[in-house]
Nanobody, 122 residues
Framework: VQLQAYGGGLMQAGGSLRLSCKFS????????LGWFRQAPEKEREFVAAISWSGDHTYYADSVKGRFTISRDDAKNTVYLQMNSLKPEDTAVYYC????????????????WGQGTQVTVSS
């Protein structure tokens, strides 16, 4: 399985970005998917997750109401729509896939993408 994340960039506070993550080499429809991020000198943290069915989504409190995770099984792609961006959202964002149940902990994920940088200026 390979995951390719893209869509990061530089954005002013209050702006929006949409991250995409292309999944290949496995059964996308049976994988739960998640987004994590890691800011400089900080530990990687959970951002959002979506179940294999797409029926259940989960968000970190810090992004709830601003970020939306979604999946398109026809395109083997998971998205993270990020609105009302804040400087504290600056981080490298990673997509991950779990062969089974959705989870909020990075240890539950089997496959990881390479990360895409998001920088939010004030």
């Amino acid at each position: 399985v390979q995951l390719q994340a893209y869509g990061g960039g530089l954005m002013q506070a209050g702006g929006s970005l949409r991250l995409s993550c292309k999944f290949s080499g496995g059964a996308f429809h049976s994988n739960a998917l998640g987004w994590f991020r890691q800011a400089p000198e900080k530990e990687r943290e959970f951002v959002a997750a979506i179940s294999w069915s797409g029926d259940h989504t989960y968000y970190a409190d810090s992004v709830k109401g601003r970020f939306t995770i979604s999946r398109d099984d026809a395109k083997n792609t998971v998205y993270l729509q990020m609105n009302s961006l804040k400087p504290e959202d600056t981080a490298v964002y990673y997509c991950a896939a779990a062969d089974g149940l959705v989870g909020l902990h990075d240890a539950l994920y089997d496959y990881w993408g390479q990360g895409t940088q998001v920088t939010v200026s004030s």
